[in-house]
């Protein structure tokens, strides 16, 4: 399926879908800054951002966080990887990560942990539902397997 294009805000100002044409991207999708299974994935992620660079892919995590929040989430747990803000969550409903979730026989609306393997415009891989443990190397091994 073709990749719905993309721009998000970020420290180091937009990021866009535009470019990523000639290279791999991995686009990541998660709820929150400082739970615990959003922390150990952008640490994971984080720690094989010189073997996805050296594949020739980049690796985007995306939330509904502010920039600000991003910054100071960056900057507390020493990360690599750029970070995009969807504050009205426009990119999020363009990947279909905005999902009914329950929790405790209470249903609400949030993001779906999912990461999407772009390159040349379309999507090669989906994970949903992502469990974060070995998560960053079955995204790099796929990257490697393009």
Known sequence: AEAPDF??????????????KGRAAGL??????????CTN????FSALAPAFAEAGAAVIGV???????HVKFTSKYGLSIPLGSDPEGHVIEAFESWVQKKLYGR????????????????IRRIWR???V??????????????
């Open 41 to 44: 994935e952008a640490k994971e």
């Open 133 to 146: 443990a070995a998560h960053a190397q079955a995204v790099l091994d796929a990257v490697k397997s393009l």
């Open 63 to 69: 939330s509904k966080d502010s920039v600000k929040s």
């Open 107 to 122: 249903e609400y609306m949030g993001i779906d942990r999912s990461t999407f393997l772009i390159k040349g415009g379309v």
């Open 28 to 37: 990541y999708f998660y709820s929150k800054h400082d739970t615990t299974g």
């Open 7 to 20: 721009e998000l805000e970020s420290a180091d100002g937009p990021i866009r879908s535009a470019a990523f």
């Open 129 to 131: 539902k992502v469990k």
